[in-house]
T-cell receptor, first 114, second 118 residues
Framework: NAGVTQTPKFQVLKTGQSMTLQCAQDMNHEYMSWYRQDPGMGLRLIHYSVGAGITDQGEVPNGYNVSRSTTEDFPLRLLSAAPSQTSVYFC?????????????FGEGSRLTVL | AQKITQTQPGMFVQEKEAVTLDCTYD???????LFWYKQPSSGEMIFLIYQGSYDEQNATEGRYSLNFQKARKSANLVISASQLGDSAMYFCAMREGGDGGATNKLIFGTGTLLAVQP
């Protein structure tokens, strides 16, 4: 009953370091996405993917890279972390990109950049 | 541009009473979807209810109902018979996209923090 799994749950980085937030889903969902949540701003879309090999930018893509080599995995890469990237990150998926159903969220990853 | 507005940063409600959380939206699309999610203090995002723009009846899910007023562009969440476990942050969201094929990109409001008092 895994659903959407994010790792790590907590991470502290120094400015300039790189890291990858992992997201995996075992529901064979075509659509996957990454959001960041900041106080007072709700959730904002970083990147999304409508299927393996296809990715696109959301509202706040700068400083982040993604790839989708398999249906199951959608990692989010920070190439050179900045304090402005301190946030809680959520991965979310849905069975297909165009249905009206809900997004299934992971439990979130809290990132602090010093 | 599409936008979701939640004007209530925080609300109190007495246990067993009903509460309405406000949400207004702005879109020029004819086809769209509206969602409510709950985020308890543990941090996970829990889907509550969905309303499609062409749905004529208001959506209901147990104690949750969505008061959809299309002309006013509002999608308020009504929680009946509040319970202590309803204390959480509540987010309204809209599925972006036009009639040509919406994607599941969601735009979120800033949230309303609900505190249920015994």
């Amino acid at each position: 009953n895994a659903g959407v799994t994010q790792t790590p749950k907590f991470q502290v980085l120094k400015t300039g370091q790189s890291m990858t937030l992992q997201c995996a889903q075992d529901m064979n969902h075509e659509y996957m996405s990454w959001y960041r949540q900041d106080p007072g701003m709700g959730l904002r879309l970083i990147h999304y993917s409508v299927g393996a090999g296809i990715t696109d930018q959301g509202e706040v893509p700068n400083g982040y890279n993604v790839s989708r080599s398999t249906t199951e995995d959608f990692p989010l890469r920070l190439l050179s972390a900045a304090p402005s990237q301190t946030s809680v990150y959520f991965c979310a998926s849905s069975p297909n990109p165009y249905n009206t159903g809900e997004l299934f969220f992971g439990e979130g990853s809290r990132l602090t950049v010093l | 541009a599409q936008k979701i507005t939640q004007t209530q940063p925080g609300m109190f409600v007495q246990e067993k009473e009903a509460v309405t959380l406000d949400c207004t939206y702005d879109t020029s699309d004819q086809s769209y979807g509206l969602f409510w999610y709950k985020q308890p203090s543990s941090g996970e995002m829990i889907f509550l209810i969905y309303q499609g723009s062409y749905d004529e009846q208001n959506a209901t899910e147990g104690r949750y109902s969505l008061n959809f007023q299309k002309a006013r562009k509002s999608a308020n969440l009504v929680i009946s018979a509040s319970q202590l476990g309803d204390s959480a942050m509540y987010f309204c969201a809209m599925r972006e996209g036009g009639d040509g094929g919406a994607t599941n990109k969601l735009i979120f409001g800033t949230g309303t923090l609900l505190a249920v008092q015994p």
